[in-house]
């Protein structure tokens, strides 16, 4: 029989493909992509430690406090455990609280802070082990990712909010994943989903950004319980007509789902983390700019910056008014490396910075412009030095670390974020644990 090229075919291809990735057996997952998801996890409970006592993290952690309920899952920077989606939506809001991290580029998504916090409270509440989470959150994580290609930079670009759209789907599949759903249940799970997805870029500078990635995670936490309940959807809530990607994505690329590179390889090795507590369509940027002799930083004058037009709607904010918005800003942050004003560490950020005047005066002679020629995670430059010389500069975020130096790295990130406990929380999840382990990866010791 000829194969169906048609364009029903290939979106229906899509949910197919997708359940097939959910239900995919532990021992099929790349082994690439399990050492990263491993990585993610201490990063993101890095991210999710230093974040408990931001302001956001006590509106939430009150809220949680004053609701209550079953004691099934821990929560960062409190004692006793909470309901499984409500652990998830108060700890993917404070994980992402600092905007510290981690990123792929492929579809423009923070992963760790929507869908571990699901995989991890769904784990505490069914008995899972940590091997068992790490499995379901990498599923997860390639769901999201691919689902994102699918809804396409138009989605974006639009004012959504990948982090909290596509990866509530991969929410939802993690959950679903631990909780045992069928792969009929897992399709009501998705379908349920669809109505559930949300979240704007509008947020972005706000507590509103951090929060809708705990809105991820409840999602895919709430729809799985419900689809494990008997709760139904359509048949094919996300890429059926007035399905979610038909409502939400001007140009969508049902193909993307699963093209290439071949499911044997995760797109999902493709991680970034971020070693700068900013936005991190900033960082080619800052890597740009810190890889000048410091002779030449010293004499800096001002700056001319070239980007992907993606970014000049999210990180081209030309007066910041809080310590927050300057993570979004690629004026200040240049006067910030140029300063010597650590971009790595979360206390550089206070309010104050977005007041200080040699920072002000210096955003002046920053300029910004779009080159579609240049990917999401390339920044190339010119800075003119006192005298008039001008000197290029680039960068290139895709080109890979080496895992120990990404190791090192990230361990030195640990150790600036959450004092000393970096070391032996790195090890704690090499180890792996029980599921009577989970909930100290959350409270620490």
């Known amino acids: 029989m000829p194969a169906d090229h ?24 790349p082994v690439g992509a399990r050492q990263m998801a491993r990585t993610s996890l201490f990063d993101w409970l890095v991210c999710g430690r230093a974040g408990q006592a931001e302001p956001l993290a006590r509106i939430l952690q009150e809220m949680a406090t004053r609701e209550g309920g ?83 930079a138009g ?26 759903l069928s792969r009929e249940e897992m399709r009501h799970a998705v379908g349920l989903c669809a109505t559930r997805a949300s979240g704007l870029k509008v947020q972005f500078g706000t507590m509103g950004k951090p929060y809708n990635a705990g809105i991820a995670a409840s999602a895919g936490v709430e729809t799985a319980l419900l689809a494990s309940m008997g709760m139904t959807a ?54 740009g700019l810190l890889a000048l002799e410091p002779a030449v930083r010293d004499r800096v004058r001002a700056v001319q910056l070239r980007t992907n037009p993606r970014w000049l709607g999210v990180c081209d904010k030309t007066a910041p008014q809080t310590g927050l918005e300057v993570k ?34 210096f955003a002046e002679g920053v300029t910004v412009t779009g080159d579609a020629t240049l990917s999401d995670m390339q920044a190339e430059g010119v800075v003119v030095l006192d005298d008039g010389t001008r000197v290029a500069f680039a960068h290139d975020l895709a080109v890979p670390l080496a895992q120990a130096n ?9 150790e600036a974020a959450i004092g000393p406990d970096g070391e032996a929380l790195w090890r704690q999840i090499e180890r792996g644990g029980a599921a009577r382990d989970l909930a100290a990866f959350v409270r620490g010791g």
């Open 234 to 287: 359509p048949e094919d809530g996300l890429m059926g007509a007035q399905g979610f990607v038909a409502t939400q994505s001007d140009a969508p690329d049902e193909a993307a789902f699963w093209r290439d590179p071949p499911v044997e390889r995760f797109l999902f090795e493709d991680i970034k983390y971020k070693l700068h507590a900013c936005c991190h369509g900033t960082h080619a940027m800052i890597e």
């Open 70 to 152: 079953a004691a099934q899952a821990a929560v960062f920077g409190l004692e006793g455990a909470y309901p499984a989606r409500m652990a998830a939506l108060v700890n993917g809001a404070i994980s992402h609280a600092l905007d510290y991290d981690d990123t792929h580029f492929a579809h423009i998504g923070h992963l760790s802070v929507g869908i571990y916090p699901a995989a991890l409270a769904m784990g505490q509440a069914q008995g899972a082990t940590l091997g068992q989470v790490i499995e379901a959150f990498v599923i997860g994580a390639e769901v999201a990712i691919r689902v994102g290609l699918v809804l396409g």
């Open 328 to 361: 979004f800003s690629y004026a200040w942050l240049a006067g910030m490396v140029l300063r010597g004003i650590s971009t790595g560490d979360e206390r550089s950020y206070d309010d104050a910075l977005a007041s200080d005047g040699a920072l002000r005066a």
């Open 406 to 414: 990404l190791q090192a790295a990230l361990l030195r990130k640990a």
């Open 155 to 180: 989605h974006y670009n639009r004012g959504f909010h990948m982090t909290a759209t596509a990866g509530a789907f991969g929410a939802s599949v993690a959950a679903g994943r631990l909780i045992g």
């Open 6 to 29: 048609s364009e029903g075919a290939a979106i229906m291809r899509v949910m197919e493909h997708l359940l097939d990735l959910a239900g995919m057996p532990g021992a099929e997952i």
